[in-house]
């Protein structure tokens, strides 16, 4: 993603979720798009930013605690998880966070 | 950074940094990783996570918002914040948030 996610006013709850890939593809590719683009549809969905170097981290956003158990009750956000235990990541950890205070710095152009 | 970060149980606090940089290092590389060793000095400092595509997104973790505050108002990590929006990136967003639930998986080997 080229950009940093648009978020409101907080407060509202952050997913952190950094990860540890196994070697090769095996797929993850292209379920790892189709997941952002299925994140986005769910209600209460507010951004995603992602990076990976040698670990890699996801940050999305959301409205409340709700909408997060909401996604993670998603039937294919489910398959999806359980083929990342089974043979994508060596690694993971979650993190659900409230974000309390947010600032933001765009220069003048 | 090749791992990520051994937090302890929650609560505890993170600083979500997601930034776009500006072209050309500047001196960017060799403050950044002054700035990874002096926060990783920091009474409260629990870890720290990293990675840049596109975007960057850098997650560090605080004991508590005492601690947080303690390194925003460090002398060293004020001057490098001043050249950050001077130089080094076009735009960046700092998100506050308490860590309420965190889990993990490690593949059994």
Known sequence: MSQ???TPKPPYYA???TSIRSDGDNGYAKMAEKMVAL???QPGFLGMESAREDAGITVSYWKDL???E???NHTAHMA???KGKEIWYDSF???ICRVE???EFNRET
Chains 1, 2 share one sequence.
Do not use: D, H, L, M
Request: glycine share 4%.
């Open 4 to 6: 940093t996610a648009n």
């Open 15 to 17: 997913v952190i979720f």
């Open 39 to 41: 994140a986005g549809e």
């Open 66 to 68: 709700p909408s997060i």
């Open 70 to 72: 909401n996604w993670k």
């Open 80 to 82: 999806a998880r359980q």
């Open 93 to 95: 950890q979650v993190r």
């Open 101 to 103: 205070r947010a600032y």
